[in-house]
């Protein structure tokens, strides 16, 4: 009888974990895109998915500002671009302290707070939405939308970035728990 019930603990135990991970990875709630904001802000990494999204935004004329993380990395050329030519918006790069996603929370809100920014729209893979939603809400005191781009990448890279926003999320959640 116990090796059964064990046996039935772990499948629960697996089968809430799954759970989990679908509803704050792979389908995590993504906010509706207003129709203006202060600001879009594109958080850094991803697999070339983020830009192209928060470009498109900035088509749409959503904000008249487009902030980029980490924009200068010269890994990263094509939003090196943005931030070296001129647009027909502004551009900002800022490279935060940390560079991680916590860092980019606390740069993104110390400049909504400079300059009174009331909406900001941050873009940001799906896999991604959860624990940025988490970092950005401590950072930030006003509105936010945190938007979701699709990587195009296989399940090996999903398995991958998933794993890591499981680490990220709990650090999150239980260490680094302020902006």
Known sequence: MGRRLLLVVAVICVLLLAGATLRLFVWPPSAAVPAKADAVALLSGGAGDRLPKAKALMARGVAPVLV??????????????????????????????????????????????????????????????TRARLLLGRCLHGGLAVVASTPRAGVLSWTADVAHEWGGLADAVAIHRGC
Do not use: F
């Open 68 to 129: 980029i993380s980490n924009g200068h990395d010269p890994k990263w050329t094509a939003a090196n671009r943005l931030c070296d030519t001129p647009q027909p918006y502004r551009v900002v790069c800022p490279d935060p302290h940390p560079n991680t996603t916590r860092g980019e929370a606390e740069v993104i809100g110390r400049m909504a707070g400079q300059l009174a920014w009331r909406h900001v729209v941050v873009v940001t893979s799906r896999y991604h939405i």
